[in-house]
């Protein structure tokens, strides 16, 4: 079930990518003078590019309301209108239906007009905001909207369209065409590789620098590349990638001035003097059987180049599914201090006489453990919503303090309020990835069935620290089903005993 889900995001990012790259190669890798005979066949595949992408933009719909539910295909139709109405992921899918149909009203009015250009800048802009939805869909947007991280990942998106992209449009579309073409305009053949080349460079720049930022956000430590599965598929990934590198750093250095040379081109002109493709004295010797031979060595390597291209998008996509093993260090109280395994064999537990110690000291962790109902100070309402939200998302306690926690599920899915600190709720949620149907039996949590309230009491570590609750239900933590327990010293406040009525946050909410 995990790898349909997969194969849905897999899809979705390969019509992302593919529509960016064909968008690309129409605008900068064939050149204007040529521009006219690529026309009609780019245009085609533009076509197809945006029909597959508005299928999979109702597949990811369907197949996220899916993974959210948890239930069967025939809960559907009940799940994903709530979904589109009640959650992050759905109010951001709503950009994606205006957005299509501007593309396929440009797509049909470039059918009529010959100067495309103006329509292809609008039909780039377009994609780019769906590669911008899909970032904001995605981790990178577990702590907010439009954060620095949500840039860059879509900025990493945008370079692996322009680059992968365009190397699946060039194998698909462009050197089909060049080849029958090629006899009459050799050097045309090497002008639109040397473009690609150019234009796979600075994307490969752009996905580098954004890749590097996003690894060293989502791995805590160079160990985690090999214990971690998320580690080994970015292990697989980025071993892909550097085939990719230097198939390409081979085309640019070795196979493209041999293209140019038979081609008649002396030497490389740079793309803004492009102009002297007219100029006779620019020319020597065009040698067709030789640059017919070149062209096709060119060709089979974008060929190879698009086949690891797809396996890369593969494990992006299964890295999109997977949760990252430091997405605690997202968390700004988090960021930069550090590991919790150090600060957890420092803690100091209440100190004898103030509170007495916790029933099961064998629970005991780092984010406090169970606790007595006779010690109980105060008592928190939280209501858990098919939003994929607590309400409140946010709770206050002071340290040292045993909390009682009435949770209410006011939906209609299965829901769950598990204590832990980041990394505990990362490693519970690897752990539901293994085994989601796995029954709640953790001391830190309760599970909710629709409409039922339950409550868990909690005694807290006696020092400030963030704890978190979250709901591990497949998709609802990717959802951001996510509030937190700051533990500290509230201020104004000096002792625990008049703390208890202030506490007592009764929150019906909407609901
Ligand atoms: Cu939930």
């Not at 205006?98 to 010959?114: H, K, S, T």
């Not at 905001?129 to 702590?143: K, L, M, V, Y």
Request: one cysteine or more; charged letters at 15%; aromatic letters at 8%.
């Amino acid at each position: 079930m995990h790898l349909f889900y997969i194969a849905f995001t897999a899809f979705d990012v390969f019509a992302t990518v593919l529509t960016l790259g064909v968008l690309a190669c129409g605008l900068w890798v064939v050149p204007h003078e040529a521009a006219e005979a690529f026309h009609q066949t780019l245009w085609r595949m533009l076509g197809v590019s945006f029909a597959l992408l508005t299928l999979s933009s109702v597949l990811i719909l369907l197949s996220r309301s899916l993974e959210m539910s948890g239930g069967p295909v025939s809960a559907l139709p009940g799940v994903a209108p709530m979904v589109l109405s009640g959650t992050h992921y759905g109010r951001v899918w709503w950009v994606r239906p205006p957005v299509l149909l501007l593309l396929w009203i440009a797509w049909i009015a470039g059918r009529r007009y010959r100067n495309v250009n103006a329509l292809g800048w609008v039909m780039f802009a377009a994609a780019a905001i769906i590669a911008f939805t899909r970032s904001e869909t995605g981790h990178p947007a577990d702590h907010g909207d439009f954060t620095f991280a949500v840039w860059i990942d879509w900025l990493h998106l945008m370079g692996a369209g322009l680059w992968i992209g365009s190397l699946f449009a060039m194998t698909l579309v462009v050197f089909p065409r060049l080849r029958r073409h090629h006899p009459q305009h050799p050097l045309l053949a090497a002008d639109i590789f040397q473009r690609l080349s150019t234009l796979a460079g600075l994307a490969l720049a752009l996905i580098l620098v954004t890749g590097i930022y996003t690894a060293w956000q989502q791995l805590d430590t160079w160990s985690a590349f090999v214990t971690t599965a998320y580690g080994r598929t970015l292990l697989v990934k980025l071993s892909l990638v550097a085939v990719l590198i230097l198939i390409g750093a081979h085309n640019r250095y070795l196979k493209l001035p041999r293209l140019q040379q038979a081609a008649g081109r002396v030497r490389a002109v740079p793309r803004w003097l492009s102009w002297s493709l007219r100029k006779p004295t620019a020319l020597a010797t065009a040698d067709p059987v030789t640059t017919a031979q070149r062209l096709r060595a060119c060709t089979h390597a974008v060929k190879a180049e698009s086949l690891l291209g797809v396996g890369v998008l593969a494990a992006a996509s299964v890295l999109l599914h997977g949760m990252p093993p430091a997405a605690m260090s997202a968390i700004p109280a988090f960021g930069g201090t550090m590991s919790m395994g150090d600060a957890s064999s420092s803690m100091s537990m209440p100190a004898p006489g103030a509170t007495p110690p916790a029933a099961s000291a064998s629970a005991m962790s780092a984010f406090g453990a169970p606790g007595k109902a006779r010690e109980v100070r105060a008592t928190l309402h939280i209501n858990a919503l098919d939003s994929m939200r607590f309400e409140p998302a946010e709770v206050h306690v002071e340290p040292g303090e045993t909390v009682r926690f009435v949770v209410t599920n006011r939906g209609k899915l299965l829901h769950e309020f598990v204590i832990g600190d980041a990394r505990e709720q990362r490693e519970h949620e690897l752990e539901m990835e293994k085994m989601p149907d796995a029954p709640m039996h953790d001391p830190n949590g309760i599970s909710l069935r629709p409409g039922e309230t339950r409550s868990i009491i909690w005694t807290f570590p006696d020092r400030s620290m963030q704890v978190e609750y979250a709901c591990h239900q497949p998709g609802h933590f990717a959802a951001g089903m996510l509030g937190l327990i700051l533990v500290d010293q509230a201020p104004g406040k000096t002792a625990h005993g008049q703390s208890a009525n202030q506490h007592a946050i009764t929150k019906t909410g909407g609901g």
